[in-house]
Nanobody, 113 residues
Framework: QVQLVESGGGLVQPGGSLRLSCAAS????????MTWYRQAPGKERELVAR???????NYADSVKGRFTISRDNGKNTVYLQMNSLKPEDTAVYYC???????WGQGTQVTVSS
């Protein structure tokens, strides 16, 4: 019911930064709850951050103070700014909206020296 496309992943050194983007289709983006999940090898997919249609945000304890979720409703895009990256942040990051139960394809983030 909605198409989500992530981008912005890559390889960074510990302490570095990346900004992930998730572009969504649909004219009702402004009312959608948008989230970022991540999944590391051998681990369950976990919720990283959430942003509501009204702009409220929530973060996993492991990323508080380092990651920031935001949205640009004019561009139908949600972002995840990731700073002070750690090797433990290495995972495939997925955009997901529970509003439509739709997942993006994922983008790989690797933090390594």
């Amino acid at each position: 019911q909605v198409q989500l496309v992530e981008s912005g992943g890559g390889l960074v050194q510990p302490g570095g930064s990346l900004r992930l983007s998730c572009a969504a289709s649909g004219r009702l983006f402004g009312s959608m709850i948008m989230t970022w999940y991540r999944q590391a090898p051998g681990k369950e997919r976990e919720l990283v951050a959430r942003i509501g249609g009204g702009g409220s945000t929530n973060y996993a304890d492991s990323v508080k103070g380092r990651f920031t979720i935001s949205r640009d409703n004019g561009k139908n895009t949600v972002y995840l700014q990731m700073n002070s990256l750690k090797p433990e942040d290495t995972a495939v990051y997925y955009c997901y909206t529970p509003t439509w139960s739709s997942w993006g394809q994922g983008t790989q983030v690797t933090v390594s020296s």
